[in-house]
């Protein structure tokens, strides 16, 4: 009997994971200095969607993981995007799959840098939320209101993520 399928967890760069989503991170010049020019304002750097309610920020506090990792799960949260904003310097794992007819399609994984964040767009396949360090702590703005904002998919196969670049 063979092991689960294995995939490289990959960097996290804006080009690689635009198809499901937006990398967040304060990188290059700012779009604008405010505050006197002590500040510089990186603007608008997601796509926010929600269907049918708000925006909230509310505070995750995950177990984190080790790699490799076995992803065994994927979701996804039809009505509204979702950004993860890290609380601390830690990077954590980011796994997402296009969808195939309405199911997961094959997964990807990617490593955050310190300081980077996500938006997850609308109807993206991802997995649970994997930082690689305690506390796990992260600020989660998402859709807040009425409806089933969420889909499970367990996978028959489950895929093993490792770190190889």
């Known amino acids: 009997m063979t092991g689960p399928a294995r995939i490289a967890a990959q960097p996290l760069t804006a080009a690689?994971?635009?198809p499901f989503g937006?990398?967040?991170?304060?990188?290059?010049?700012?779009?604008?200095?405010?505050?006197?020019?002590?500040?510089?304002?990186f603007h608008d750097r997601a796509r926010l969607s929600f269907a049918d309610?708000?925006?909230?920020?509310s505070l995750f506090r995950a177990e984190p993981r080790t790699l490799p990792y076995t992803l065994d799960l994927l979701e996804r949260?039809?009505?509204?995007?979702?950004?993860f904003l890290p609380m601390t310097e830690y990077p954590f794992l980011v796994t997402v799959a296009p969808d195939a007819d309405g199911?997961?399609?094959?997964?990807l994984a990617f490593l955050t840098t310190p300081g980077q964040g996500i938006n997850l767009h609308a109807g993206t396949w991802?997995?649970?939320?994997?930082?690689?360090?305690?506390?796990?702590?992260?600020?989660?703005?998402?859709?807040?209101g009425p409806g089933d904002n969420l889909e499970e998919h367990f996978l028959?196969?489950?895929?093993?993520?490792?770190h190889q670049f």
């Open 77 to 83: 949260h039809p009505l509204g995007s979702q950004a």
């Open 103 to 107: 199911r997961p399609g094959t997964p």
């Open 53 to 57: 309610g708000r925006a909230g920020i």
């Open 16 to 18: 690689a994971f635009a």
């Open 156 to 162: 028959a196969k489950p895929v093993m993520i490792t």
């Open 22 to 41: 937006d990398v967040l991170e304060a990188k290059g010049p700012p779009d604008r200095l405010i505050n006197q020019g002590l500040c510089g304002r």
């Open 126 to 144: 991802h997995g649970v939320l994997t930082p690689l360090h305690a506390p796990g702590l992260f600020a989660v703005v998402d859709r807040i």
